[in-house]
């Protein structure tokens, strides 16, 4: 129900726009965060953005070089990854829940989130 697009293949220090676009239904009333699952590796919580686009969250590690938003008009939310590293590389879903959580644990628990869909590879060259 959410199709993750924009992905590739980018040098190290390069970057990429990840767009999220649902189909059947609408998710302006959702708040919709990004995850990234890695070769081998457990899925990791990248951002979330409130259903208003006014606060947002992110994992340390991309703080100050990702940055979440959305346009409502266009039902899209979006990932500008900058400064990427090889460590980035990963599969990019993004997922939508109804409650914009106050406790940054829940922010980042995938159980959070009730609507998920398939994502989009991003590979990041040294």
């Known amino acids: 129900q959410l199709q993750a697009s924009g992905g590739g293949l980018v040098q190290a220090g390069g970057s990429l726009r990840l767009s999220c676009v649902p189909s059947?239904?609408?998710?302006?009333?959702?708040?919709i965060a990004w995850f990234r699952q890695a070769p081998g590796k457990e899925r990791e919580f990248v951002a979330v953005?409130?259903?208003?686009?006014?606060?947002?969250f992110y994992v340390d590690s991309v703080k100050g070089r990702f940055t979440i938003s959305r346009d409502n008009a266009k039902n899209t939310v979006y990932l500008q990854m900058n400064s990427l590293k090889p460590e980035d590389t990963a599969i990019y879903s993004c997922?939508?829940?109804?409650?914009?959580?106050?406790?940054?644990?829940?922010?980042?628990?995938?159980?959070?989130?009730?609507?998920w869909g398939q994502g989009t590879l991003v590979t990041v060259s040294s």
């Open positions: 997922a939508a829940g109804p409650t914009y959580y106050s406790s940054s644990n829940y922010k980042m628990r995938p159980g959070t989130y009730n609507y």
């Open positions: 059947g239904r609408t998710f302006s009333t959702y708040a």
């Open positions: 953005i409130d259903r208003s686009g006014s606060s947002t």
